[in-house]
């Protein structure tokens, strides 16, 4: 039988701007904290850099005329900060502006619904020079930026995302010190996640002030269903840990307002939470209307030893027989029915949407010129099948945004990481379509999986 999924649907493809768009010393775009941190030496494979990446700034026209012939009816990207403020504060930069205009603009023309990102990652190096998000000051910073962003491009964005991945920025980036700004140090982790949750619910009340008519806005979590790897107490107790630390804190905090009490007393040892202020928890339970999932692995966690970073000592393992991604995650498209059913009865009803889901793998152009990435192709329709029975579960799920629409740079992994639909050749900046990108025009053309 073919798997229909429900009127309307979105599909889309999702990128953000420090992967794809280059140009990064124009139209008086300042500097990011990822500038700083992949221009340090040792912190990205090979020392690669985001100043070219697909060059997408330059490419917009190219790229979009891409989107159009997928058939995809949504498009997630990321505003850079430092585009709109070089230095994090103050007025627009108009040139700034112009390029997500033409950006948005060229969507609507095809049909395809923007969603805007306000934040994945970039933060403006200046403000992580006056303390970055460990700072109060900056989730005001952010606020700003935010009503900037509402006030002009308003109503044309149907779908606004304060925060990508807040787990990402504040751990990776304040406690493990894999991601910018290089940070390890656990106090610091925490309060920049405090600031960053603060930031979104502050977002959301300027978005509400505005009194807009028709667009959303909601959050984008990279959440993992937690599992402990064996009965024994001490997984069992670490599994607990690390859903608390990935997904409890950041879900409680959003949709109750609270943070859960066994991750508080975990971290009060370890911390001092002098950063959290009367009122900060009720701002940031600020009402949403959608939910924004990440899904890319399930974790199955073992007690480990000593203490890593937050206290949080547990080992996550891929279970044998479990194939992986070129990143070495599992793949377990049963995860994501099984975090969506979790959410839904966890917490209040909400609109979801899959913000990002995706799988690098080795792909290579073939003599013929083409990209035969039939693992990818299996990936996704596993991962369709597993969001359809979590629809069929009662789950309202609204779209699923592929990550992602082209390769582009993975972070600390540089350009070794290829999750694109769409094959860039670096050198030539070529983009040449893969297999998948043909079987996903076919699969939202339908709004449907064949058999
Ligand atoms: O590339 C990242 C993206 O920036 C955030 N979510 C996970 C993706 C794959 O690692």
Not at 332 to 337: I, K, R
């Amino acid at each position: 039988m073919t798997t229909r999924f429900p009127d309307g649907f979105m599909w889309g493809t999702a990128t953000a701007a420090y992967q794809i768009e280059g140009a990064v010393a124009e139209d008086g775009r300042g500097t990011s904290i990822w500038d700083t941190f992949s221009h340090t030496p040792g912190k990205t494979l090979h020392g690669d850099t985001g100043d070219i990446a697909d060059d997408h700034y330059h490419r917009v026209e190219q790229d979009l005329e891409l989107m159009a012939g997928l058939g995809v009816n949504g498009y997630r990207f990321s505003v850079a900060w430092p585009r709109i403020q070089p230095d994090g504060r103050g007025a627009p930069n108009q040139r700034g502006l112009d390029f997500y205009r033409r950006l948005v603009d060229g969507l609507r023309e095809r049909s395809i619904a923007p969603a805007l990102t306000m934040y994945h990652w970039d933060l403006p190096q200046a403000l992580q020079d006056a303390g970055g998000w460990p700072n109060r000051d900056t989730a005001q910073r952010f606020a700003e930026y935010a009503a900037l962003l509402f006030d002009a491009f308003g109503e044309s964005v149907p779908l606004w995302i304060t925060l990508n991945e807040p787990w990402v920025s504040a751990w990776v980036g304040y406690a493990i010190g894999g991601h910018a700004p290089g940070i390890q140090d656990t106090g610091q982790a925490l309060a920049a996640a405090h600031h960053l949750l603060l930031a979104h619910g502050l977002a959301v009340q300027a978005f509400r002030a505005r009194g807009l008519d028709g667009p959303r806005i909601g959050v984008t979590l990279n959440l993992a269903p937690t599992r402990a790897a064996s009965p024994e107490v001490a997984d069992v107790a670490a599994a607990r840990l690390r859903d608390g630390n990935q997904n409890r804190w950041f879900l409680d905090a959003v949709f109750r307002g609270r943070y859960p009490d066994d991750m508080l007393e975990h971290y009060r040892t370890r911390a001092d939470f002098a950063f959290v202020q009367d009122g900060d928890l009720a701002a940031m339970a600020q009402p949403i209307d959608f939910l924004g999932v990440n899904y890319y692995m399930r974790h199955t966690v073992h007690a480990g030893r000593g203490d890593g970073p937050l206290g949080i000592n547990t080992v996550e393992r891929v279970p044998a027989g479990i194939p992986t991604t070129t990143m070495g995650w599992g793949i377990e498209p049963d995860g994501l029915t099984e975090l969506l059913v979790r959410i839904a009865r966890d917490y209040p009803a909400i609109p979801m949407y899959v913000t990002e889901n995706g799988a690098s793998f080795y792909d290579y152009v073939d003599p013929e010129g083409e990209v035969d990435d039939t693992e990818r192709i299996a990936f996704l329709d596993a991962h369709f099948r597993a969001a359809h029975a979590a629809i069929q579960g009662g789950v309202d799920l609204r779209g699923y945004f592929i990550w992602s629409l082209m390769d582009n740079f993975e972070w600390a992994h540089g350009y070794s990481k290829r999750f694109g639909l769409i094959y860039v050749d670096y050198l030539t900046q070529t983009r040449i379509l893969k297999q998948s990108a043909s079987w996903y025009a076919g699969v939202a053309r339908a709004n449907a999986l064949e058999p």
